[in-house]
């Protein structure tokens, strides 16, 4: 008896803590790490544009301005207090207080000799409420985001931007609106999986929402092996062959690629990769820029 | 004449297989990898919450009536109860039938005018689980520490032993995550004396064989 006063107490610990450790419910299992040599699928959507307007610099000034208290900064979500727009630059700031009292500020600036692309872009999985939004792609630094709540406001802010940027001499590089896709070059594991060569054609990175390759049935991820017959060995081959049948007044070319995908065989999926042929719609209007 | 048509036969058929083979396939009848992994992605994690979701993981509590035989068991006739419990947990690694694991404790205790007595087993169990819907039939062997506890005016002692024993037991739903269970257990038991006192257990008489039925309520972890 000396001995139940320890014996009890600890045979019920023990139960206790068996309870408390019992194996849990079947878990999710951790995903298999894998790597991935294919470009990443943003839920972003960037949108085809080429913010062409026939604005001039005063309109597109005021046009920034009107806009002040319908756009915010991509992260900070917090309306401008500061916008200050000249034919040379847009500088922004906006404030917040933290721990009570404490003022904190913030700003961006965009000199517009010094932009060098723009993307219209739309956030749908963004769990807030401007959802429209202009990349600004500056020379030497960190891109601009603003973001605003409709995509009318958004393609103003472009095309403003654009007017006050050509009006700079800014070296814009804008997508190819005969094609409208973001391309780079094949990696050699890419190339490899694919059974070409890194030579053999070029890779999609993304499509601009309704632009003619996402028309045509381009997808991210697709490669691009050749246009009209010809092989496609750099963008430049591409855009090019695109220009050239434009000029011919051609409507619509043949691209050949190649679609990674898969097949189903018995319980597994294997990966595949299918020749592709698309019809790329030719618009005469266009160009590459 | 015929060589020629031979020829034109060869050149016609070469074309058609030439058209065939030289055209890839319609973008639109080949889905990309991403969207079938993101499908395959998907698949996987509503199997997963599927399986977690319906996994058999309970916590029971109920009424154990004993049934005592053995050496030890003529010394503990003085000591039956009302008072004797199990309770416990489950889980099977999936709402199928699955492999099970779980613990239980049995408590039986006396309080009377010739003192007290305590008999509490902490076992755990390794089975299998077979889900017959809308009952769930679990099948096991359960082991563990046993302690017996008597506190009496003739004679005070205390054993530790080991219990080991096959079980079967039936849950069935009776409302959502919610279960009647009953139980059956012939287990064995072997004691060692921890009191230098002369007892039963010192004696000689240090096994019972335990006959467990139980019943009771289970819920969802």
């Known amino acids: 008896m000396k001995y139940s006063g320890i014996l009890l107490p600890f045979c019920m610990a023990i139960l206790v803590a068996g309870c408390a450790s019992a194996p849990p419910p079947a878990t999710l299992e951790a995903p298999v790490p894998k790597i991935d040599i294919w470009p990443k699928i943003y839920s972003d959507e960037s949108y085809l ?50 721990n009570g009292t404490f003022q904190k500020s913030a700003g961006i600036v965009i000199p517009f000799d010094m932009v060098t ?6 956030y749908p999985a963004l769990e807030k409420d401007y959802k429209w939004g202009l990349l600004v792609y500056i020379t030497g630094g960190s891109p601009v985001s603003l973001r605003m709540p409709t995509r009318d406001m958004a393609e103003r802010l472009g095309k ?52 003619p390759a996402e028309k045509a049935g381009f997808s991210p991820q697709d490669i691009i092996t050749g246009i009209g017959g010809k092989p496609v060995r750099k963008t430049d081959d591409l855009f090019s062959a695109l220009d050239t049948a434009a000029a011919e007044g051609a409507t619509e070319i043949k ?27 030719i618009d005469q209007t266009g160009g590459a820029k | 004449m015929k060589t020629r048509q ?46 977690a979701a319906g996994a058999f993981n309970v916590f029971f509590i109920g009424y154990d009536y004993p049934l005592i035989s053995g050496p030890l068991a003529p010394h503990l006739d003085t000591w039956k109860s009302p008072l004797n419990f199990a309770f416990g947990m489950e889980t099977s690694m999936s709402n ?57 005016t003739t004679e005070t002692y205390t054993g530790l032993g080991l219990i080991i024993g096959p079980e079967a037991s039936i849950y069935l739903t009776f409302a959502p995550d919610s279960w009647l269970w009953l139980r059956g257990r ?18 000689g008489d240090d096994s019972l064989t335990l006959i467990s039925l139980e019943a009771g309520l289970a819920f969802k972890l």
Do not use: C
Request: no cysteine; charged share 20%; net charge negative.
């Open chain 2, 186 to 203: 012939y287990a064995m038991a072997g004691y060692m004396s921890l009191d230098s006192s002369s007892n039963p257990i010192s004696q």
């Open chain 1, 160 to 211: 403003a931007v654009t007017v006050l940027a050509k009006a700079r001499a800014a070296k814009l590089s804008m997508p190819n609106p005969r094609f409208g896709a973001a391309l780079g070059a094949l990696s050699e594991a890419q190339a490899q999986a694919a059974g070409i060569l890194p030579t053999g054609g070029i890779i999609i990175s993304w499509i601009f929402r309704e632009s």
């Open chain 1, 49 to 98: 544009s080429t913010f062409a307007s026939t604005w001039s610099e005063d309109e597109a000034v005021g046009a920034i301005k009107n806009l002040q208290n319908s756009m915010v900064e991509f992260n900070a979500n917090l309306p401008l207090s500061e916008l200050s727009v000249d034919p040379y630059g847009m500088r922004a700031r906006w404030s917040w207080i933290e």
């Open chain 2, 6 to 51: 031979y020829l034109l036969f060869a050149a016609m058929g070469f074309l058609v297989l030439y058209r065939a083979f030289s055209q890839g396939a319609d973008p639109k009848t080949v889905t990309p990898a991403w969207i079938l992994e993101k499908q395959f992605e998907q698949q996987e994690e509503e199997k997963k919450v599927a399986s």
């Open chain 2, 96 to 152: 199928e039938s699955s492999f099970l694991t779980g613990v239980e404790g049995e408590l039986f205790m006396t309080f009377n005018d010739q003192g007290s007595f305590f008999l509490m087993n902490d076992m755990v169990m390794f089975g299998y689980s077979i889900n017959l819907k809308p009952v769930r039939l679990n099948m096991g062997l359960r082991a563990g520490f046993s302690i017996l506890d008597v506190m009496g």
């Open chain 1, 117 to 122: 692309s723009m993307l219209l872009e739309h």
């Open chain 1, 255 to 281: 691209i050949s690629g190649i679609r990674r995908s898969y097949r189903t065989e018995g319980k597994t999926n294997v990966e595949i990769f299918v020749p592709l042929t698309f019809t790329l719609a």
